[in-house]
């Protein structure tokens, strides 16, 4: 718990001087992401790129129980939580070949049984779906789409939990302050805790003609413990407070706008 002390002095851990969980960034390298199956395409070099073909099992997924992130032993809030990423397709993904943006309690494919909370993306439609002890299905539409729409259009999307509802939403750019659309509450079945651990993209392969796509990923961001980003993090300290970091050692002094860590 951050600690407000005498003389503008604040305690607490970097995750509650930033508010963010985890950031990605730009992803020029695999980094602390790791691969399992075979397939199609899969590479770190500007963002993640997955091009889906037939029968592809290739996925992306990152471990937030990393000690860059949530740490051993530690899930995602089991009440509220944010996760926003960039994404583009340079080839729509058709309704044979219809892939899942995950926050899962497991390592599997989609038709592992798993908790998660997931967005869906086919030809027709981007859905939401959250479920525990379930194989990973396409879920509600959040929103109607077309070939040209998921093609020509800059994605800056976010998956939020509030208690027991998902909601899926798109924004108009990366400040993340006008929202294009978003989903209705979808409630989560299921009884129990979700114990959510990994990131994962996962293909799907419907096993008729075609099933192909191309998507690129990119600047993932993580808020635990909210449902509104913009109240997380220490930003109405008094201007020259000092933030002194419990679990890295390091100080921060606040310039009224920004923190800069004290040589």
């Known amino acids: ?32 992401w790791e691969t399992s199956g075979s397939g199609g395409t899969l590479t770190f070099t500007s963002g993640i790129n997955v091009a889906s073909s037939s029968e592809f099992t290739h996925m992306p997924y990152l471990d937030l129980q990393n000690s860059a992130y949530l740490g051993s032993g530690n899930y995602l809030s089991e009440t509220a939580w944010v996760m926003r990423w960039k994404m583009t397709f340079s080839a729509y993904p058709n309704n044979y070949g219809t892939p899942f943006m995950t926050v899962s309690s497991t390592t599997g494919l989609r038709n592992a049984s798993q908790n998660y909370v997931a967005s869906r993306f ?30 020509s259009t800059t994605f800056y999307f976010q998956l939020k939990r509030d208690g027991t ?79 002194s970091e419990t679990d890295t050692g390091k100080d921060w002094i606040w310039s009224g706008s920004t923190w800069t860590e004290v040589a």
Do not use: C, H
């Open 122 to 151: 086919d030809g027709g439609s981007i859905g939401i779906q959250g479920k525990i002890g379930a194989t990973v299905d396409g879920g509600s539409t959040a929103q109607s789409m077309t070939e040209s729409t998921y093609e």
């Open 1 to 32: 718990m951050t600690d407000y002390k005498a003389s503008k002095r604040i305690v607490g851990t970097s995750a509650e001087r930033t508010g963010t969980t985890y950031d990605s960034g730009s992803i020029t390298g695999q980094g602390n």
């Open 165 to 243: 509802d998902v909601y899926m939403a798109n924004y108009t750019d990366d400040t993340y302050g006008t929202v294009d659309w978003t989903s209705s509450a979808k409630a989560i079945t299921g009884s129990g805790d979700m114990d959510l651990r990994y990131i994962k993209f996962i293909p799907w392969y419907e096993g008729n003609d075609g099933g192909d796509y191309n998507t690129t990923m990119n600047n993932f961001k993580l808020y635990n413990g909210t449902t509104d980003p913009s109240t997380v993090g220490v930003s109405n300290a008094q201007t020259y407070s000092i933030f």
